[in-house]
Protein backbone atom coordinates (compact mmCIF):
# COMPACT_ATOMS: atom_id res chain seq x y z
CA UNK A 1 0.00 0.00 0.00
CA UNK A 2 2.96 2.31 0.86
CA UNK A 3 3.92 2.07 -3.11
CA UNK A 4 0.48 3.53 -3.89
CA UNK A 5 0.57 6.20 -1.60
CA UNK A 6 4.02 7.02 -2.84
CA UNK A 7 3.18 6.82 -6.37
CA UNK A 8 0.50 9.13 -5.83
CA UNK A 9 2.82 12.09 -4.00
CA UNK A 10 4.86 11.29 -6.94
CA UNK A 11 2.38 11.79 -9.22
CA UNK A 12 0.92 14.67 -7.51
CA UNK A 13 4.04 16.52 -7.39
CA UNK A 14 4.01 15.84 -11.15
CA UNK A 15 0.71 16.62 -12.31
CA UNK A 16 1.30 20.00 -10.23
CA UNK A 17 4.49 21.13 -11.98
CA UNK A 18 2.78 20.21 -15.34
CA UNK A 19 -0.07 22.81 -14.49
CA UNK A 20 1.73 25.28 -13.30
CA UNK A 21 3.23 25.40 -16.91
CA UNK A 22 0.12 24.43 -18.43
CA UNK A 23 0.86 20.76 -19.99
CA UNK A 24 -2.44 20.23 -21.81
CA UNK A 25 -2.59 16.62 -21.45
CA UNK A 26 -3.37 16.99 -17.55
CA UNK A 27 -6.01 19.70 -18.02
CA UNK A 28 -8.01 16.21 -19.91
CA UNK A 29 -7.47 13.95 -17.15
CA UNK A 30 -8.77 13.66 -13.40
CA UNK A 31 -12.04 13.52 -11.72
CA UNK A 32 -14.69 15.60 -13.47
CA UNK A 33 -16.59 17.55 -10.70
CA UNK A 34 -17.67 20.97 -13.03
CA UNK A 35 -18.81 20.67 -16.63
CA UNK A 36 -20.91 23.76 -17.12
CA UNK A 37 -22.06 26.16 -19.55
CA UNK A 38 -22.46 29.62 -19.67
CA UNK A 39 -24.33 31.44 -22.20
CA UNK A 40 -22.62 34.05 -23.78
CA UNK A 41 -24.23 37.30 -25.73
CA UNK A 42 -23.00 37.39 -29.16
CA UNK A 43 -25.06 40.74 -29.80
CA UNK A 44 -22.48 42.66 -27.47
CA UNK A 45 -19.51 44.42 -28.88
CA UNK A 46 -16.18 42.84 -28.91
CA UNK A 47 -13.01 44.57 -27.84
CA UNK A 48 -10.39 41.72 -28.66
CA UNK A 49 -10.46 40.01 -25.42
CA UNK A 50 -7.84 37.26 -25.34
CA UNK A 51 -8.74 34.12 -23.63
CA UNK A 52 -4.57 34.24 -22.20
CA UNK A 53 -5.78 37.01 -20.32
CA UNK A 54 -5.25 36.35 -16.76
CA UNK A 55 -7.44 37.83 -13.74
CA UNK A 56 -6.74 38.29 -10.44
CA UNK A 57 -7.89 34.70 -8.92
CA UNK A 58 -7.28 32.40 -12.88
CA UNK A 59 -4.12 31.85 -14.84
CA UNK A 60 -5.23 31.13 -18.86
CA UNK A 61 -3.27 29.80 -21.19
CA UNK A 62 -4.89 29.88 -25.17
CA UNK A 63 -4.65 26.54 -27.25
CA UNK A 64 -6.25 28.17 -30.06
CA UNK A 65 -9.04 31.09 -30.91
CA UNK A 66 -11.78 29.11 -29.17
CA UNK A 67 -10.10 27.04 -26.42
CA UNK A 68 -7.73 27.78 -23.38
CA UNK A 69 -6.85 25.95 -20.20
CA UNK A 70 -7.47 27.60 -16.81
CA UNK A 71 -6.15 27.25 -13.01
CA UNK A 72 -6.52 28.79 -10.02
CA UNK A 73 -3.82 31.41 -9.35
CA UNK A 74 -0.68 30.13 -7.32
CA UNK A 75 0.50 32.28 -5.13
CA UNK A 76 1.73 30.41 -2.36
CA UNK A 77 1.34 33.36 0.32
CA UNK A 78 -1.97 34.84 -0.71
CA UNK A 79 -4.28 35.54 2.00
CA UNK A 80 -6.70 32.70 0.40
CA UNK A 81 -7.22 28.78 1.58
CA UNK A 82 -5.56 26.76 -0.56
CA UNK A 83 -6.78 22.78 -0.69
CA UNK A 84 -4.87 19.59 -1.66
CA UNK A 85 -7.01 19.72 -4.76
CA UNK A 86 -6.83 22.90 -6.58
CA UNK A 87 -9.30 22.85 -9.74
CA UNK A 88 -7.73 23.00 -13.41
CA UNK A 89 -9.58 22.42 -16.08
CA UNK A 90 -10.71 24.06 -20.08
CA UNK A 91 -12.57 26.52 -21.49
CA UNK A 92 -14.68 25.84 -25.27
CA UNK A 93 -16.47 28.48 -26.87
CA UNK A 94 -18.94 26.90 -29.14
CA UNK A 95 -21.49 29.08 -30.97
CA UNK A 96 -23.58 30.93 -28.18
CA UNK A 97 -22.45 29.28 -25.23
CA UNK A 98 -18.92 28.37 -23.39
CA UNK A 99 -17.88 25.02 -21.76
CA UNK A 100 -16.37 25.02 -18.69
CA UNK A 101 -14.80 21.36 -17.73
CA UNK A 102 -13.17 21.69 -14.36
CA UNK A 103 -11.13 18.83 -12.80
CA UNK A 104 -9.32 17.49 -9.78
CA UNK A 105 -6.23 16.20 -9.65
CA UNK A 106 -5.25 12.89 -9.92
CA UNK A 107 -2.35 12.75 -7.66
CA UNK A 108 -4.14 13.80 -4.43
CA UNK A 109 -7.08 11.81 -5.38
CA UNK A 110 -4.48 8.27 -5.07
CA UNK A 111 -3.07 9.89 -2.07
CA UNK A 112 -6.61 10.11 -0.60
CA UNK A 113 -7.64 6.71 -1.54
CA UNK A 114 -4.69 5.14 -0.25
CA UNK A 115 -5.06 6.56 3.12
CA UNK A 116 -8.57 5.47 3.42
CA UNK A 117 -7.34 2.10 2.43
CA UNK A 118 -4.54 1.99 4.67
CA UNK A 119 -6.18 3.41 7.38
CA UNK A 120 -8.61 0.41 7.02
CA UNK A 121 -6.10 -2.08 6.99
CA UNK A 122 -3.93 -0.73 9.80
CA UNK A 123 -6.88 -0.84 11.51
CA UNK A 124 -7.56 -4.66 10.95
CA UNK A 125 -4.44 -6.11 11.18
CA UNK A 126 -3.76 -4.18 14.47
CA UNK A 127 -5.89 -6.36 16.35
CA UNK A 128 -8.40 -4.09 17.54
CA UNK A 129 -11.37 -3.96 16.43
CA UNK A 130 -12.67 -0.58 17.76
CA UNK A 131 -14.56 1.08 15.18
CA UNK A 132 -14.50 4.57 16.24
CA UNK A 133 -10.59 4.30 15.38
CA UNK A 134 -11.28 3.15 11.48
CA UNK A 135 -14.61 5.98 11.79
CA UNK A 136 -11.74 8.67 13.01
CA UNK A 137 -8.98 8.21 10.16
CA UNK A 138 -11.85 7.87 7.67
CA UNK A 139 -13.60 11.07 8.99
CA UNK A 140 -10.61 12.96 8.86
CA UNK A 141 -9.50 12.03 5.18
CA UNK A 142 -12.81 12.09 3.91
CA UNK A 143 -13.57 15.67 5.71
CA UNK A 144 -10.36 17.04 3.90
CA UNK A 145 -11.82 15.75 1.08
CA UNK A 146 -15.47 17.35 0.93
CA UNK A 147 -14.36 20.48 2.45
CA UNK A 148 -11.83 20.73 0.18
CA UNK A 149 -13.99 20.07 -2.81
CA UNK A 150 -16.46 22.58 -1.07
CA UNK A 151 -14.57 25.44 -1.02
CA UNK A 152 -12.74 24.50 -5.17
CA UNK A 153 -16.71 24.60 -6.14
CA UNK A 154 -17.80 27.71 -4.71
CA UNK A 155 -14.36 29.34 -5.55
CA UNK A 156 -14.77 28.33 -9.43
CA UNK A 157 -18.32 30.61 -8.76
CA UNK A 158 -15.57 33.20 -9.44
CA UNK A 159 -14.76 31.87 -12.80
CA UNK A 160 -18.49 31.48 -13.84
CA UNK A 161 -19.22 35.23 -13.43
CA UNK A 162 -15.61 36.43 -15.34
CA UNK A 163 -16.73 34.13 -18.08
CA UNK A 164 -20.24 36.38 -17.86
CA UNK A 165 -18.63 39.87 -18.28
CA UNK A 166 -16.07 39.04 -20.29
CA UNK A 167 -16.11 40.51 -24.02
CA UNK A 168 -15.22 37.46 -26.48
CA UNK A 169 -13.42 38.50 -29.39
CA UNK A 170 -15.96 37.86 -32.89
CA UNK A 171 -15.64 34.07 -33.42
Same mark, same amino acid.
Given at each position: ?30 ? *? ?69 ? *? ?50 ? *? ?16
Amino acid at each position: MWVVAAAGLVLTVCEFIATWQFFPLVFRIGL *RIVNRIVPWDQSRPSHGFMLSDDSENWKFKALGPDTCLFRASLTPFAPRLHTPFPLRGTITRRGNVIELDG *RLPTGPVIVFGGWLIAWAAGSFFSGSLDSSWLISGWGFALGIVVLSVFIETR *RIRTLFDELRAVDWPAA
